[in-house]
């Protein structure tokens, strides 16, 4: 009954902690178009793909004492940390086995900034596109970002990166 919520609190666990609601947002995004078995739905937002059911099981793990959500206020900006607690440990238990690569393609998004992560999941989001038309369309819906041409490629080889990470 509760999967989805144990993939949620695996991945965290996985993570050791995650940095921000908008990152896990991206993560976890990015992980299910690399074909890891997130069910959430995804609409393009204001900061990218954006999905109401993460943020609600999210909200729910956190009153169900599985996740522990820390504030920082970091002058500029306020940011959300999310851990593991020891009840949410033991009900790590109800979750699948995470395929191998999971471990490896979370730590890999982790060490990523947010804004990074927003340009390559934004990208991922017009992957039907070619490469062209994706970089036309994020300068588009993204252009207050101002993405250089080198942040392109970076993501570009970034997405390549993850693939081969979460295919071997």
Sequence with gaps: MLQEHAKIVQFVSLAN????????????????????????????HMYGPYSEELTLRVEELCEMGFLAERFEDKGSYKQYCYQV?????????????????????????????????????????FDQLDK?????????????????DQEMDQAFAFIEELQACSAS
């Design 17 to 44: 902690e995650v940095n921000g609601r908008k990152k896990m947002q991206k993560m976890i995004y990015i992980l299910k178009k690399m074909d890891f078995p997130f069910a959430e739905k995804y609409e393009l």
């Design 85 to 125: 607690t020891d009840e949410g440990s033991k009900f790590l238990g109800t979750a699948e086995e995470p395929r191998m690569q999971l471990p490896d393609c979370i730590e890999r998004l982790n060490g990523k900034s947010s804004r990074f992560l927003e340009l390559v999941s934004t990208l991922l989001f």
């Design 132 to 148: 062209d038309e994706q970089i036309a369309k994020v300068r588009i819906v993204k252009n207050k970002l101002n993405f250089t």
